[in-house]
C-alpha cells in the first residue's frame, strides 16, 4: 500500500460520506498530523475534489460531481489545438489552458506550464465553478438565457447550491455584458487567491462558443495580461485556433 495515496483516497471518502469535514477531525481518521492533512487537503483544492466553505471547514469541491467527459470531439479538438496553447504559453512565459464546460464548471483538457520560477501549476483535469472561472465566464457570456436561467436561477440550481439571488443574478449579467463588448473574461483571484487569468471563447465555423481557452499569472504581475500588445496576440491566437478548427473535419464528424 502507497500510504500517502491511501490518506489522500480516505479524505476524498470522508467529503463523499460526511458533506464536510475539520482539519482536526480528518487528522484524527486516519491518523496524521494536522499539517499533512492540510497539505493533502491543498492538493486536493487545487484539483477540485474540495473546497472551504465559510466556517474553513473542506467541503466536497465541483470535481466530485462532475462526470467523465463524453463529447466524442473533445479529445480531437484537444490534439488539433494543443500547439497554439503552447505557444501562446511560451511567447507570453506564463501558464495556457484549454477548457471545456460542462453545466455549470469548467473541466481543463489541457494546460501548458512553463518554465517561469513563479508560474501557476498544470490545471489538466481540473474542474473549476464555470462563473469564477476566466475561460467559464467568456463561455457563459455566448450563452443563451434559457441556459444562464437553468445553471444559476432554476430549482436544479438553487438544489446544487448555485443559486443567484436577484441582486448576484443582475451583477453577473453586467460582468457577461462586458466579456461580451471587450471579447475576453477576468479571472481577479476568484477561484484561487494570487492567480489571475484572462479568458477566451474559441468558435466553431458555425460561430458558436465551443472552447476556451485562458492564461494564468501570480496577481503581482496579471496585469501585463491585458496590455493592448498580449490582447493582440491573444486575438490572434484566437484566429488562429479557429482557422484550424475551420480547416480540420473533426467538427463535421462530432455531433454539436
Not at 494536522?34 to 465541483?62: E, K
Not at 432554476?154 to 471587450?182: I, Q, T
Not at 479571472?187 to 468558435?203: K, M, P, V
Request: hydrophobic share 45%.
Amino acid at each position: 500500500m502507497i500510504s500517502s495515496v491511501d490518506h489522500a483516497l480516505r479524505l476524498v471518502q470522508m467529503l463523499r460520506d460526511s458533506g464536510s469535514v475539520s482539519l482536526t477531525r480528518a487528522a484524527a481518521e486516519i491518523g496524521v498530523s494536522p499539517s499533512t492533512v492540510h497539505r493533502m487537503m491543498g492538493m486536493l483544492v487545487y484539483r477540485g475534489f474540495a473546497q472551504r466553505d465559510a466556517d474553513r471547514r473542506y467541503v466536497p469541491g465541483p470535481a466530485m460531481s462532475v462526470g467523465p467527459v463524453s463529447i466524442s470531439w473533445a479529445q480531437e479538438v484537444k490534439d488539433l489545438l494543443r500547439p497554439h496553447v503552447e505557444l501562446l504559453a511560451n511567447r507570453l512565459d506564463e501558464t495556457a489552458n484549454l477548457m471545456i464546460r460542462i453545466g455549470s464548471n469548467v473541466r481543463f483538457l489541457h494546460s501548458v506550464e512553463v518554465a517561469n520560477v513563479l508560474r501557476i501549476g498544470d490545471r489538466t483535469g481540473s474542474v473549476l465553478p464555470a462563473h469564477r472561472s476566466s475561460g467559464g465566464k467568456a463561455l457563459l457570456a455566448e450563452s443563451d438565457e434559457a441556459t444562464l436561467e437553468r445553471l444559476y436561477r432554476s430549482k436544479s440550481a438553487e438544489l446544487a447550491g448555485e443559486y443567484m439571488d436577484d441582486a448576484r443574478w443582475e451583477r453577473f449579467l453586467r460582468e457577461l455584458a462586458l466579456v461580451r463588448s471587450r471579447g475576453y473574461a477576468r479571472n481577479d483571484e476568484e477561484t484561487e487567491l494570487g492567480i489571475c487569468a484572462l479568458g477566451f471563447a474559441i468558435h466553431d465555423p458555425l460561430g458558436r462558443a465551443i472552447l476556451a481557452c485562458s492564461v494564468a499569472a501570480p496577481a503581482f504581475r496579471a496585469q501585463r495580461l491585458f496590455e493592448d500588445q498580449v490582447l493582440a496576440l491573444i486575438d490572434e491566437t484566437r484566429r488562429e485556433m479557429e482557422r484550424d478548427l475551420a480547416a480540420s473535419d473533426v467538427l463535421n464528424r462530432a455531433d454539436l
